[in-house]
């Protein structure tokens, strides 16, 4: 089936630093990928939606400057997290949507952040 | 506004219990219902979907009804393993926007 992977799993980075977390698809075509965010024991908040070749759309709250999307190409979104601070340690997990799949949405792993 | 409301865990059952998790939703228009599953360390599976009202979507032993009139999904397993144990998420998806809105979801202990 379809498979979607990030890239890293786990990170840990000194506060004020930027890290990047990659979200490719695999096996298929991803015109619209997906950001979210999940605190521990919490539900997964929607950060942004990034189409490729435009400007990510984000949620309400979600500041657009510390949260860096990039959707270069249809296999490959990219979330920056820029000057990070210990309250960005979370959860984020991304998905995409396969070209011609209807409904079909498909998540990556996650990837751990902890901002130190 | 869209939401999704599931009851809060943890949930603790025995090998072979039955499992309900209630699932409602409010939703502007006709959403596509999801159950996914999201074991110890790994990121979210779809564990299975119904796109219109009266669908049964099934995987896995697990079953979940997209009915219209009570605005639910509730996810069904007649008998529960060691390894279900997992968090279960429900979400609906608004077609239009391709936006998956999530509940808290409900962490499943089995006990053996």
């Known amino acids: 089936g379809a498979v979607v992977s990030q890239h890293p799993s786990w990170v840990i980075c000194k506060s004020g630093t930027s890290v990047k977390i990659e979200c490719r698809s695999l096996?298929?075509?991803?015109?619209?990928m997906f950001w979210y965010r999940q605190f521990p024991k919490q539900s997964l908040m929607l950060m942004a939606t990034?189409?490729?070749?435009?400007?990510?759309?984000?949620e309400q709250g979600v500041e657009k400057d510390k949260f860096l999307i990039n959707h270069a190409s249809l296999t490959l979104s990219t979330l920056t997290v820029t000057s990070a601070h210990p309250e960005d340690s979370s959860f984020y997990i991304c998905s995409a949507r396969a070209r011609g799949a209807g409904n079909t949405i498909y998540f990556g792993e996650g990837s751990w952040l902890t901002v130190v | 506004g869209n939401s999704v409301t599931q009851m809060e865990g943890p949930v603790t059952l025995s090998e072979e219990a039955f499992l309900t998790i209630n699932c409602t939703y409010t939703?502007?228009?006709?959403?596509?219902l999801f159950w996914y599953v999201q074991y110890p360390g790994e990121g979210l599976q779809l564990l299975l979907k119904?796109?219109?009202?009266?669908d049964k979507g099934s995987n896995k032993g697990f079953e979940a009804t997209y009915r219209k009139e009570t605005t639910s999904f509730h996810l069904e397993k007649g008998s529960v393993q060691v390894s279900d144990s997992a968090v279960y998420f429900c979400?609906?998806?608004?077609?239009?926007?391709?936006?998956?809105?999530f509940g808290k979801g409900t962490r499943l202990h089995i006990l053996p």
């Open positions: 119904a796109t219109k009202a009266d």
């Open positions: 096996d298929f075509q991803a015109t619209t």
């Open positions: 990034s189409n490729e070749g435009s400007k990510a759309t984000y």
């Open positions: 939703a502007t228009g006709y959403p596509s």
């Open positions: 979400a609906l998806l608004l077609n239009r926007d391709d936006k998956i809105i």
